[in-house]
Every structure is written in C-alpha cells, then in structure tokens.
C-alpha cells in the first residue's frame, strides 16, 4: 500500500514540475469556451465550480414603433352603466358639415386630421389644449348627459338631445378614456368627436 502511495506522489510531482510556470495574463481558460472543465470537489465531495445558471437578458420590446397610450386614457366600459357623465370633445369636420363654420378641409383630411389628434390625447397630450388648437365646436366644448330615463339635472342635456355617437361613446367609457365617435351621416353628422370622459 505504501509502494502504491509513493508511486502516486512521484507521478504527481513529476506532472507538477514538466507543467511550467503558470501564465496569469491570459484572460481565458485553455477550454472552450461551449464546455466547461470538469468539477473539482471540496473537502465533502462536492463539486465547488459549477456555474450557476446565468440570468436571462430581457427580451427587448417588440412595440418599436408603435404607438404607446398614456395610462387610462383606452376605452373601457365602465363597470355600472352612469346615470350621468360629463364628457369634453374636439369636433373635426369638413366643408359643409358644421352649419356657420368656414371648414374648408376635405372629408379624407377631417378623417386623418380626427385619428392624428386622438393618437395625440391618447399619448397623454393636454386635452384642453387639443380642444383650443383643433375643435370646430366652442371650447372648451363641456356637456353633461343625463342617461336614457333619468332627469336631466341642471346645466344637463338628455342623452337623446345630442347627436346619437356623442352619447354613444359618451356612455359607453370610463373616466379618463378617450375614444372616437367616427362621422356618420346619421348617428354623427358633423363630423368626427374625439371624446374624453370627465366624470
């Protein structure tokens, strides 16, 4: 057993020496970089540099150049139907379409026109301001709604006193969501609203 030790230890010590120095400047091991050295073990046996499993890099985000929408400002239908709401819009309409008022822009520019300034409020753009640049109503074109069947409160208008779309959309968001009552000779017939919900 003693012969089997020495033989061991002279082996050792002579892979040791024929070795050569050992060069500190090489910033990577000799091994591939695909695999890894096998494990050495500690005093109990247990592998000591086994690589732990390397975060994941965040995945970039695929919404390049989409547009992005500032918070609550998507339609959502609110959870109990209102009885009343109080909504603001910015009226976009063509030649013709407002009685009283010189609009001059086409019904393919109104229509353009109404999508970029909801894609606008929609980012989060002061909605007051939108109205003042753009409405062809009077700003800062406020209404407040009473719902089908409920009395009208002071200052209010019935819902059916309005243009269909208006209370249409009007009824159907939430507070803080902005969305679009497109033009529509019947339901909408002046033009585009771009409508946010006040209250």
Known sequence: MAAILIALLSVTAAG????????????????PPTTQPPPEANDVGQPT???????????KSKSKGKSMTAAGTMPVRPAIAPAHVEVQHIL????????????????????????EILDKARK???????VAKYTDDSPPGIYKMAG???????GEYGRRQMVPAFGNVGFAIS?????????????SPFGWHIIKRLR
């Open 148 to 154: 089908d069947g409920v009395p009208p409160q002071v």
């Open 92 to 115: 976009i309409g063509f030649a013709g379409s407002v009685p009283g008022k010189g609009i001059t822009r086409t019904k393919e520019e109104a229509m353009k026109l109404a999508h």
């Open 49 to 59: 540099n086994i690589t732990k499993a390397q975060p994941k890099k965040p995945k």
């Open 175 to 187: 507070p803080g969501n902005i969305d679009i009552a497109e033009y529509d000779p019947t339901t």
């Open 16 to 31: 040791a020496a024929g070795a050569g120095p050992v060069d500190s400047t090489k910033a990577v091991p000799d091994y």
């Open 124 to 130: 989060g753009a002061n909605f007051d301001s939108l």
